[in-house]
């Protein structure tokens, strides 16, 4: 039988994470057991064959600040008081006998999902970037040739009066197949 009793909490965080572009400086930096709090929940997440091939690299300051702009010049990300970098090690990660297909990223997609729940319920806001110059990214943090940089994750209190926009999701009607087509 179905437990429904925790599953409106998991929704509300659910349905409170949003793509946070304004975050406050007004506010103390982020706490290191706050950060490891959010990544601890990635650790937690599902890979293929548990393969686990994720690190996470977080950077702080005004000189990471100008090493995410120069990968991502967008003004607002330049205000988050840390960013993670999620980075992916292909070679550790399981490959589908098939096809070869390479699970690195399904992994941490999932991984940095948790991350993001995990913030919201914290009070922070996060952003998945994954518009970015990749090289520019691993020469300013010097990323080694076995990671591959999967997404930037600004991370921070997101600034007083910059509410979430309003959620624009298809029915769940509409996503639903059963059976077959």
């Given at each position: 039988?179905?437990?429904?009793?925790?599953?409106?909490?998991?929704?509300?965080?659910?349905?409170?994470?949003?793509?946070?572009?304004?975050?406050?400086?007004?506010?103390?930096?982020?706490?290191?057991?706050?950060?490891?709090?959010?990544?601890?929940?990635?650790?937690?997440?599902?890979?293929?064959?548990?393969?686990?091939?994720?690190?996470?690299?977080?950077?702080?300051?005004?000189?990471?600040t100008e090493k995410i702009y120069q990968a991502?010049?967008?003004?607002?990300?330049?205000?988050?008081?840390?960013?993670?970098?999620?980075?992916?090690?292909?070679?550790?990660?399981?490959?589908?006998?098939?096809?070869?297909?390479?699970?690195?990223?399904?992994?941490?997609?999932?991984?940095?999902?948790?991350?993001?729940?995990?913030?919201?319920?914290?009070?922070?806001?996060?952003?998945?970037?994954?518009n970015y110059d990749p090289e520019k990214l691993?020469?300013?943090?010097?990323?080694?040739?076995?990671?591959?940089?999967?997404?930037?994750?600004?991370?921070?209190?997101?600034?007083?009066?910059?509410?979430?926009?309003?959620?624009?999701?298809?029915?769940?009607?509409?996503?639903?197949?059963?059976?077959?087509?």
């Open positions: 039988m179905p437990n429904f009793e925790s599953y409106p909490a998991l929704l509300n965080i659910i349905n409170g994470r949003y793509s946070c572009r304004a975050y406050d400086l007004g506010r103390e930096l982020l706490d290191r057991d706050l950060i490891t709090a959010v990544i601890d929940a990635a650790r937690l997440a599902p890979s293929a064959c548990n393969r686990q091939p994720w690190l996470f690299m977080v950077v702080e300051g005004p000189e990471a991502y010049p967008r003004d607002w990300a330049r205000n988050a008081q840390a960013y993670i970098i999620a980075l992916a090690e292909p070679d550790k990660a399981w490959h589908r006998p098939e096809d070869g297909k390479d699970h690195s990223d399904v992994d941490l997609a999932i991984a940095i999902e948790h991350i993001c729940l995990a913030a919201t319920a914290l009070g922070l806001g996060t952003c998945w970037i994954c691993r020469a300013g943090f010097n990323i080694p040739a076995q990671y591959e940089p999967i997404a930037i994750i600004p991370l921070g209190y997101p600034a007083p009066g910059s509410p979430a926009t309003a959620k624009n999701r298809k029915p769940t009607d509409d996503i639903i197949r059963w059976g077959s087509f």
